[in-house]
């Protein structure tokens, strides 16, 4: 979930939307983190569309930025291409009237607009929106805010993705050296580490090429398996994303670990 990108003036969290009525946003929040969680898809999307358009006076530009950085991530995540254009469409313009590029709040909507992009193979134009971001970010995020290390993450892919192998090698172990250090992104650096594997393997099939993408494979086992991991919604997203990954590098037993500890999360949360 991504962290509030504002600080409200009302207090509480308190936001008058068009129709008079107060929109607690934190709750808001609170109850899309547990419709995720539940693996709720379809009602975590109504929830976010609902208060979007209830949020639409441009006094609450930031309000409206927040929800839809979380609706383009989720209809990348249900692989939505069409609905996930046009919203990202919609932040970046909304970026744009705003005059929001040259600071954080704007910067994060690049980044979750890249990410779309370069998801649905739009390499080139989400390189461009990463680039953008990076500017801003490496002047005024914090690294411990994880943000930083997304961006990273995802802009090797891209890199990747364009044949920069070398540049996005870089960015991928940046990025990790900043997850590997904060036991709250122990799931992300699995992921890294699983990206930089299949860097290490691409276009070759040596044997040293294969031992070292192995280890990247076992250090990535080894940060979903410690137990400072949080077993929550992003953990379970997490598992079930890897899964498949860990199943190609011939990890199948603890790929269907990892499928197993998804649906006993899902489920818990759902009160099955």
């Given at each position: 979930m991504n962290e509030l990108?504002?600080?409200?003036?009302?207090?509480?969290?308190?936001?008058q939307n068009r129709s008079g009525r107060l929109v607690q946003i934190p709750r808001v929040l609170?109850?899309?983190?547990?419709l995720l969680a539940a693996n709720d898809y379809a009602d975590a999307e109504k929830l976010l569309l609902f208060n979007i358009s209830e949020c639409?006076?441009?006094?609450?530009?930031p309000v409206r930025l927040t929800l839809l950085n979380e609706l383009i991530g989720l209809l990348r995540k249900t692989n939505q291409k069409e609905k996930a254009f046009s919203y990202t469409q919609l932040a970046l313009k909304t970026v744009s009237d705003a005059k929001l590029e040259?600071?954080?709040?704007?910067?994060?909507?690049?980044?979750?607009?890249?990410?779309v992009y370069n998801h649905f193979g739009e390499h080139k134009t989400a390189l461009e929106l990463y680039e953008k971001a990076l500017e801003v970010y490496q002047k005024d995020a914090t690294p411990d805010s994880g943000r930083l290390a997304g961006l990273y993450n995802n802009y090797a892919l891209a890199l990747s993705a364009d044949s920069q192998n070398e540049k996005a090698e870089q960015f991928f172990m940046s990025a990790l050296k900043l997850t590997e250090e904060n036991k709250e992104m122990l799931p992300e650096a699995a992921i890294t580490c699983l990206n930089i594997a299949d860097l290490k393997l691409k276009g070759t099939s040596s044997e040293q090429a294969i031992l070292?993408?192995?280890?990247?494979v076992s250090r990535a086992q080894e940060f979903l398996n410690r137990p400072e991991n949080k077993r929550d919604g992003n953990y379970a997203f997490v598992c079930e994303k890897c899964a498949p990954v860990f199943e190609h590098f011939?990890?199948?037993?603890?790929?269907?670990?990892?499928?197993?500890?998804?649906?006993?999360?899902?489920?818990?949360?759902?009160?099955?």
């Open positions: 990108f504002y600080e409200l003036q009302q207090e509480n969290g308190l936001v609170a109850k899309l983190d547990a639409s006076a441009d006094e609450y530009i040259d600071i954080e709040m704007g910067a994060t909507v690049q980044l979750n607009a890249a990410t070292t993408a192995d280890e990247y011939g990890y199948f037993v603890f790929a269907e670990e990892l499928k197993e500890r998804a649906d006993k999360i899902y489920a818990g949360n759902t009160g099955a």
